[in-house]
T-cell receptor
Framework: AQSVTQLDSHVSVSEGTPVLLRCNYS??????LFWYVQHPNKGLQLLLK????ATLVKGINGFEAEFKKSETSFHLTKPSAHMSDAAEYFC??????????????WGAGTKLIIKP | EAGVTQFPSHSVIEKGQTVTLRCDPI?????LYWYRRVMGKEIKFLLH????????ESGMPNNRFLAERTGGTYSTLKVQPAELEDSGVYFC?????????????FGSGTRLTVV
């Protein structure tokens, strides 16, 4: 069965410092992996996705994530945090090899707090 | 291009009442999905429509929940009668194709509070 673990419920960083949001997954096959972001009172927005191409994936707003199969990880990073990055981030997995390939399995979310 | 629209954005109802949530997908998107996040838990899949047909409703929690998509356009999700544990945020998404690789567009969600 697929599952996603986001290791931190909250991450607090100072503006201008690096961001690291951790995600580990469990999947029986070759997964697709995503990061979504939800800003306050907004919808869920796709940040980036990994679908078995390059293991280092670049997304919007300067975020990137690296797929590491040996570690079953898909951590999200950004070199320099901005106040506008304050939001909740979700790591998501899906397995295109299974019949129900349209279902997304969500992590519990990590709230990113940016200190001025 | 208009995005996925959900309304109401918030709803507060009493236990035992009925509530209907609505989702308008992006025009031309045959695939429509409902997800739910109850307090303190992960976002969970509820069901998937392809046009007006239910492709998969395995995530629907019980028979108090009824989803429809008449004519393959907008969708409604009715909860009758509502219980306290139904409180949460209900998200709708739509896509052109049924596989996740194509990506979904999500609405802003409906926050349902049952008191």
């Amino acid at each position: 069965a697929q599952s996603v673990t986001q290791l931190d419920s909250h991450v607090s960083v100072s503006e201008g410092t690096p961001v690291l949001l951790r995600c580990n997954y469990s999947s029986s096959y070759s997964p697709s992996l995503f990061w979504y972001v939800q800003h306050p009172n907004k919808g869920l927005q796709l940040l980036l996705k990994y679908t078995s191409a390059a293991t280092l994936v670049k997304g919007i707003n300067g975020f990137e994530a690296e797929f590491k199969k040996s570690e079953t990880s898909f951590h999200l990073t950004k070199p320099s945090a901005h106040m506008s990055d304050a939001a909740e981030y979700f790591c998501v997995v899906s397995d295109p090899g299974m019949d129900s390939n349209y279902q997304l399995i969500w992590g519990a979310g990590t709230k990113l707090i940016i200190k001025p | 291009e208009a995005g996925v629209t959900q309304f109401p954005s918030h709803s507060v109802i009493e236990k035992g009442q009925t509530v209907t949530l609505r989702c308008d997908p992006i025009s031309g998107h045959d695939n429509l999905y409902w997800y739910r996040r109850v307090m303190g838990k992960e976002i969970k899949f509820l069901l998937h429509f392809v046009k007006e047909s239910k492709q998969d409703e395995s995530g629907m929690p019980n028979n108090r929940f009824l989803a429809e998509r008449t004519g393959g356009t907008y969708s409604t999700l009715k909860v009758q009668p509502a219980e306290l544990e139904d409180s949460g945020v209900y998200f709708c998404a739509s896509s052109l194709a049924g596989t996740v690789n194509y990506g979904y567009t999500f609405g802003s969600g409906t926050r349902l509070t049952v008191v």
